[in-house]
């Protein structure tokens, strides 16, 4: 009898221990946050993914009564960044806005990658995506894919497409597009999209693949041929523009897209409140505008749903780089 009361006493403090934690997360969460907030962000600041970055975590900021700081950690190709975010405390003060190289891209790329991205991190929400676009200089006999694809076919190996640089999404982009129409172009990497896009102006390159925003204005001035968009819906902020998945292509779909990733251990309530609130955040009309103006589409998935969507983006570019052969150690 002692034995089956001690057990029956050990039993209840148990149960008390563990209402009492299941009530202080709860009343943690309710709390949060009480000191201030980083998103790190791993690229240098004021392009697209700081921008984002910076429109949302202004907006929290404001909602929470804390700092919500921006935190540029740029190097190795979005690495340092992720890196630091994974190896954070995991108690809801440090965020990773993240692209696909830090979490679809670059464990497929190189042999050593200091995270795991399916281990290390907790998605949040996929914020927002932007589509990819095919451009042409003017001067290419090719006024949509079709006539591309025909135009490769009949001078195989002899047109080039100028990317950011090599097992970038862009490059991966076009890999994607060889293979499912059956050509062979010439990859010439670049050190970034704008020193690309003087040449493929100037007709040196004739094809360059480019973030929707990045070459707007010089397709708006005839400057250079937009023949596709790559994302498999039609872009709202250019919806004149037709599909790879339209043009003959199913199922094509690359983007550059933006989501939030908190390290992995972080209290599940936590990542509820967050996802609540930049979901929130996603619906002001200011914040749309801003981040439209990236030529972005907004999304704001559930964790769960963010996670099956970078599971997906995974092994689509593990396919695409095992495929083209691309290494980068």
């Given at each position: ?245 339209e043009s003959g292509f199913p199922g094509f779909d690359t983007s550059l897209w933006f989501g939030l990733l908190a390290p992995a251990a972080t209290p599940r309530d936590i990542v509820g409140k967050v996802h609540g609130e930049v979901v929130r955040v996603l619906k002001l009309r200011d914040v749309q505008e801003r981040i439209a103006s990236q030529g972005a589409d907004i999304v704001g998935s559930s964790p769960d749903e963010f996670a099956a969507f970078i599971a997906a983006e ?16």
């Amino acid at each position: 009898m002692r034995k089956l009361s001690s057990t029956m006493k050990l039993t209840e403090i148990l149960l008390r221990l563990i209402a009492f934690l299941a009530c202080s997360s709860q009343i943690f969460a309710q709390a949060y946050p009480t000191k201030p907030v980083r998103i790190i962000v791993p690229y240098s600041a004021g392009g697209g993914t700081d921008i984002v970055a910076r429109a949302v975590g202004q907006k929290l900021a404001d909602a929470w009564g804390q700092p919500v700081i921006v935190d540029n950690r740029a190097g190795a190709s979005g690495m340092i960044g992720a890196e630091a975010v994974a190896k954070a405390p995991a108690d809801g003060t440090t965020f990773l806005m993240a692209t696909p190289p830090e979490v679809a891209v670059n464990h497929h790329l190189f042999s050593k990658v200091s995270y795991n991205p399916e281990r290390d991190f907790a998605p949040i929400t996929l914020v927002a995506v932007t589509p990819l676009v095919i451009a042409a200089y003017p001067g290419v006999p090719a006024r949509n894919i079709q006539e591309l694809v025909a135009l490769a076919k009949a001078k195989p190996g002899t047109l080039g497409f100028a990317t950011p640089g090599t097992g970038s999404t862009q490059h991966l982009s076009g890999e994607m597009l060889m293979a499912a129409a059956g050509i062979r172009l010439v990859h010439i990497p670049y050190k970034g999209a704008g020193q690309s896009i003087p040449d493929v102006i100037g007709g040196q390159v004739p094809l360059g693949i480019y973030g929707l925003l990045t070459i707007s204005q010089h397709a708006k001035a005839g400057r250079m041929r937009v023949l596709a968009v790559t994302t498999l819906k039609r872009s709202s902020a250019a919806p004149e523009l037709p599909t790879l998945a339209e043009s003959g292509f199913p199922g094509f779909d690359t983007s550059l897209w933006f989501g939030l990733l908190a390290p992995a251990a972080t209290p599940r309530d936590i990542v509820g409140k967050v996802h609540g609130e930049v979901v929130r955040v996603l619906k002001l009309r200011d914040v749309q505008e801003r981040i439209a103006s990236q030529g972005a589409d907004i999304v704001g998935s559930s964790p769960d749903e963010f996670a099956a969507f970078i599971a997906a983006e995974s092994a689509k570019y593990a396919l695409i780089i095992k495929q083209a052969g691309v290494k980068l150690d």
